[in-house]
């Protein structure tokens, strides 16, 4: 594993946090959390601004690396937000998670890239083991009354592969950029607060205000650094499985801390996952040996 894949994998680490800090950041409605978190995520960049002003010079870009930019991270969580209102959450966040295998399957058509019997099983594997993290007990069933709901799930999973792979095309744009995309993204979050009428929930406790500035330290901001830096100069097939181990990740911290309760369908989970993952890593593992030099 290189060095940019190393740090992209360290954004899904942050990421298995989202939940367990979400859980401990009380009621602030969505958006305004979402507002709230990508407003202290952009302080990454604007403290290497600071340091290094010659950076700002960056933030004059085209036009197409905006719409990218913003409309992955905005439009992602938009959706995301959306979906987890018009369905049931298990089913919504299943169906979210079907990006990292849009990543895998899309990286095909990346320059450079080319996908592998093994990358596609190991996808498989990893995605069959998140189904036994999110589904639980009950499964997965389509209700037809949350057709919506689920439809927009699809279009978040759809908006943060999109997101990579049109990020892995834009490898020249400086990651310091990101903070931007954040600001961005944090205005437009709290304009939506108001036009949906969100009530205005601040956290109760320092415990609350706590979880909500880790949140936006860390996976709602240097993960959003990491991810595109990974993205942009790693192996983003690797990322894309790696990006299974989130679901578990997260479920074995609210393990943790007593959100969850363990299960078989942990350790099956465990075994999937970590097994499509080294599966679709099979190339960089299990490096063929050079051969011999013939005299």
């Known amino acids: 594993m290189n060095k940019a894949t190393g740090i992209g994998f360290l954004a899904i680490l942050m990421w298995s946090l989202l939940a367990t800090l979400t859980a401990f950041s009380g009621k602030v409605p969505s958006l305004l959390l979402t507002s709230m978190t990508f407003l202290i995520g952009t302080l990454p960049g604007v403290v290497i601004w600071i340091k290094h002003p010659e950076t700002l010079k960056d933030l004059k870009q085209p036009l197409i690396v905006w719409v990218v930019g913003i409309g992955g991270l905005f439009g992602y969580h938009f959706l995301y937000f959306t979906a987890l209102r018009n369905a049931p959450p298990v089913d919504a966040a299943l169906i ?111 415990g609350q205000w706590l979880s909500v500035l880790l949140l936006g330290l860390f996976p709602v901001g240097l993960a959003f650094y990491c991810w595109d830096f990974g993205v942009k100069r790693g192996n983003i097939q690797l990322l894309g499985v790696a990006s299974y181990s989130a679901p578990l990740l997260s479920t074995l911290i609210m393990v943790a801390t007593g959100l969850a309760e363990p299960s078989w369908r942990l350790l099956a989970a465990c075994l999937l996952i970590t097994g499509g993952a080294v599966l679709a890593s099979k190339n960089l593992i299990f490096k063929p040996k050079p051969e011999a030099v013939r005299e």
């Not at 009354?145 to 049109?166: I, M, T």
């Not at 979050?189 to 969100?198: D, K, M, N, Q, V």
């Open 96 to 206: 979210n998670y079907l990006w990292p295998l849009f990543i895998v399957l899309g990286s095909a058509l990346m320059p450079g890239e080319k996908l592998r019997w093994f990358h596609v099983l190991g996808a498989l594997l990893g995605f069959s083991g998140m189904v036994l993290v999110i589904a639980g007990k009950g499964g997965f069933v389509i209700d037809e009354k949350n057709s919506f709901g689920y439809l927009v799930a699809l279009g978040s999973a759809f908006a943060w592969a999109a997101y990579s792979l049109l990020s892995r095309r834009l490898a020249k744009v400086p990651t310091t950029v990101v903070a931007a995309f954040c600001l961005v993204t944090s205005i437009l979050a709290f304009l939506c607060h108001f036009i949906f009428s969100e009530p205005f929930i601040l956290p109760e406790n320092g």
